[in-house]
């Protein structure tokens, strides 16, 4: 078995360990005997949804977000959204998940359109939310994470949360959420890398991955002790900093 892992403008949206992710999902693909394979998809490059299993689309500055916004208008834009619509996992931190709202609107610049997949949208905020997180999801249980973001995220009436801030700051510090989920895509703020400290969303992905594939049911399960540590130690973190 194969899994190909599609890095999203991987080459100008890759801030604050956003690597980490992809490396993660690789790894615990093949700690199981699964091939992965990673690619790049770059502005200008047309994507084929038939490669790819699992997408990762990193966060990135305003002046980054430009051009890539203007490349997911059109057919791109709307092959992803027919694919995520599809069921295809993907992880999209900061940048990423803003564009997978309808929009983001820098300070002072125009807004730069996203695709629409979540029912949510973004804007330029006055402070910046740096720190450690904990997020208490009823999907995937603790989450822990780093955000560093000034933009506000709002979720629509149809949108669900990925899940609730117990520390940190969330999506717009006002609401106390955090992320948006929908079909198998997660979108969030939460870097670090997320993935290495939570693999209960690695292996959601991967599994959600090797069923449209290979219309395979369960996930070998791993022994996660280095994980539960390292999770662990993020909430510790988290608790005596914040």
């Keep these: 078995m194969k899994l190909t892992i599609c890095w999203l403008y991987g080459d100008t949206m890759n801030i604050y360990g956003d690597r980490g992710n992809v490396l993660a999902l690789a790894q615990r693909a093949r700690w199981r005997g699964i091939e992965a394979e990673i690619t790049t998809l770059g502005v200008g490059q047309a994507l084929d949804p038939d490669a790819v299993d699992i997408y990762f689309w990193g966060g990135g500055q305003d002046r980054e977000q430009i051009p890539v916004s203007s490349d997911i208008q059109g057919e791109k834009g709307t092959v992803l959204r027919q694919s995520l619509e599809d069921g295809a996992p993907m992880l999209a931190v900061c940048g990423g998940y803003q564009l997978l709202g309808t929009h983001y609107h820098p300070y002072g610049e125009a807004k730069l359109p996203g695709i629409g997949f979540f029912d949510a949208w973004s804007e330029a905020g006055p402070e910046r939310f740096i720190g450690n997180v904990v997020v208490d999801s009823d999907r995937f249980g603790s989450l822990v994470g780093f955000e560093n973001h000034s933009g506000l995220t709002y979720l629509g ?81 988290a608790e005596v900093t914040r």
């Design 157 to 237: 009436p149809t949108a669900e949360a990925l899940g609730r801030v117990r520390i940190g700051r969330g999506n717009n510090g006002k609401d106390g959420q955090e992320g948006c989920v929908r079909n198998n895509a997660v979108g969030c703020y939460l870097h670090g890398a997320l993935l290495p400290k939570n693999p209960a969303v690695t292996d959601f992905l991967i599994q959600a991955a090797l069923q449209r594939r290979y219309d395979i049911q369960e996930l070998e399960p791993l022994a996660d002790d280095l994980e539960v540590i390292a999770h662990a130690e993020a909430i510790r973190r």
